[in-house]
């Protein structure tokens, strides 16, 4: 797949709210023999959405980009009802940066009254998240079968950011043979390493300037695991720094960079994943060794 049609910056996209206006759109687009890239996202955009619609970009005639806060993926005592909405600045962004359509569709068009279905996953989406927000991936897997089946793009771009949610949707496109290919894209980060986050917007000014020990002790810990330091005793390294700076750890862990399964032999991948507390804020990073 190759972008033929060069992407115009600044002029504003085409917006859709419900299924039938995408497919619509998307039908235009394969009567003009165009391939379709897709970037899901919650909206609240930062510059690293906008390098995963320019990665999608590279990848794909057209670029969709999705803005849904999606409720399943929240547990009732979490931040559904804050997180931050930003619908207006989202699509300036997207103007910016070249995107062909935006699809917003509202909680009944993707939950209809007597929605039924659930899309349960085992493998990658086991521990880690799963042990703090049970219901996440359930959520995650059924909002986004849904919106690849939708948009039915070529090829869909996930943040490294989310890692465990990337190995999951890898996983389940592949079991449920979703005609769509899941390509990773970079964390970016702040320059002094914070990993970008919609959530970033909830730290305190003092916060802020404490958030990055996350990627800081992350860091250690690869360049040790690197060293042949073990990586179990690496990562609880790292968690003993993070829990220092004060933030309430739910985990660090080194783990199998595909399966996440904890390691077993030497000459595996590893991935070290963190998610910690700061305050009310819950950030999360992960970096390959
Ligand atoms: O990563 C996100 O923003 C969300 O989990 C996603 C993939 C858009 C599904 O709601």
């Known amino acids: 797949m190759g972008r033929q049609r060069m992407a115009e ?9 419900t299924v039938a206006e995408l497919r619509s759109a998307v039908a235009d687009y394969r009567r003009a023999g165009e391939t379709l890239g897709f970037v899901p996202t919650m909206g609240a955009l930062h510059e690293g959405h906008i390098a995963l619609v ?32 930003t619908f207006d ?10 995107c062909d359509l935006v699809y917003a569709p509202g909680r009944e068009d993707m939950y209809p009254a007597g929605f039924s279905t659930g899309i349960s996953i085992a493998g990658p989406a086991q521990g880690l998240e799963s042990d ?21 793009a070529d090829v869909a771009v996930f943040g490294e950011k989310d890692y465990q949610q990337l190995r999951v949707v890898t996983q389940m496109a592949r079991d449920l043979d979703l005609p769509v290919r899941i390509v990773p894209g970079p964390t970016v980060r702040e320059s002094d390493g914070l ?32 060293a042949g330091a073990v990586p179990d005793a690496a990562a609880a390294e790292a968690e003993a720094t993070i829990a220092r700076a004060g933030l309430k750890v739910d985990y660090v862990a080194a783990r199998n960079a595909e399966t996440l399964a904890p390691l077993a032999s ?6 070290l994943l963190a998610a910690a507390w700061l305050g009310t804020t819950r950030l999360i990073d992960n970096i390959g060794v």
Not at 9 to 17: H, L, Y
Not at 212 to 221: D, F, G, Y
């Open 9 to 17: 910056a600044g002029k504003a996209p085409k917006i859709v709210g």
């Open 54 to 85: 320019k990665q999608a970009q590279t990848l794909a005639d057209r670029v969709v980009v999705s803005i849904f806060v999606n409720p399943t993926q929240f547990a009732p005592n979490e931040d559904f009802s804050r997180y931050p909405r």
């Open 89 to 98: 600045a989202d699509v300036d962004k997207l103007a910016q940066a070249g």
């Open 132 to 152: 703090f927000r049970p219901h996440f991936f359930s959520g995650v897997a059924i909002v986004v079968a849904k919106l690849l089946l939708q948009t039915a």
């Open 195 to 226: 990993a970008l986050s919609s959530r970033n917007r909830y730290l305190t000014p003092e916060e802020r300037t404490v958030a990055p020990v996350i990627h800081r002790a992350l860091t250690t810990a690869a360049i040790a695991i690197k």
């Open 266 to 271: 030497p000459d595996e991948p590893v991935r």
